[in-house]
């Protein structure tokens, strides 16, 4: 079993920046891939960004060049910057393991960006 443990949502105000925290403990193997997912109200979860063993980064079409997921292997934990937040970036962001055919999820942590 893999356990994520999640931190650094809130409210903020449009343009501001958060920076989201993942830290992953538990059977975690060798190679794996961790990244955050978003999910609006009414709507699916999507990704945000992910980031693999050898550094590969993936991000969604909606935040590239406004996020920065970053990784520290020693920690098994992963960071996501978010800069500029629109009201529309407002969701709940979960972290996910995914290793072989298994896939872990954290709880969430919402973020509202209102004014």
């Known amino acids: 079993q893999v356990q994520l443990v999640e931190s650094g949502g809130g409210l903020v105000q449009p343009g501001g920046s958060l920076r989201l925290s993942c830290a992953a403990s538990?059977?975690?193997?060798?190679?794996?891939?961790m990244g955050w997912y978003g999910q609006a109200p009414g709507k699916e979860r999507e990704l945000v960004a992910h980031?693999?063993?050898?550094?590969?980064?993936e991000y969604g079409d909606a935040v590239k060049g406004r996020v920065t997921i970053s990784r520290d292997h020693a920690k098994c934990t992963i960071y996501l910057q978010m800069n500029s937040l629109k009201p529309e970036d407002t969701a709940v962001y979960y972290c996910?393991?995914?290793?072989?055919?298994?896939?872990?999820w954290g709880q969430g942590t919402q973020i509202t960006v209102s004014s």
């Open positions: 996910n393991l995914t290793q072989l055919v298994y896939n872990y």
């Open positions: 538990g059977s975690i193997f060798r190679i794996y891939v």
């Open positions: 980031t693999t063993n050898n550094g590969a980064t």
